[in-house]
Nanobody, 118 residues
């Protein structure tokens, strides 16, 4: 079973940048679509960005378009989220997941906290 571990979160001022990583172990993610989600206090988990297995197709929720960039390095079994121009409303726990073809449930990481101060 694939394990996912997020890293790179932290406390930054508004306008700052962070780069999140999602490292996989226990198997390859090269055939999996991957996503970033986030959950702010008192809110439901929401989709942030997704990337196809090949990395050629990406998608973003409207609120992060132009500020966040999702990418992956299948050779390193790792996915990334570059976050620029961070805003206080981006404060959340960020999770990565992997969509496994033929499997009804995705794999999830444990999350990394991102806090943006105003």
């Amino acid at each position: 079973q694939v394990q996912l571990v997020e890293s790179g979160g932290g406390l930054v001022p508004a306008g700052g940048s962070l780069r999140l990583s999602c490292a996989a172990s226990g198997g390859t993610i090269s055939n999996y679509g991957m996503n970033w989600f986030r959950q702010a206090p008192g809110k439901e988990r929401e989709f942030v960005a997704g990337i196809s297995a090949s990395g050629l197709i990406t998608s973003y929720t409207d609120s992060v378009k132009g500020r966040f960039t999702i990418s992956r390095d299948n050779a390193k079994n790792t996915m990334y989220l570059q976050m620029n121009d961070l805003k206080p409303e981006d404060t959340a726990v960020f999770y990565c997941n992997a969509e496994v073809p033929g499997q009804s449930y995705p794999y999830w990481g444990q999350g990394t906290q991102v806090t943006v101060s105003s």
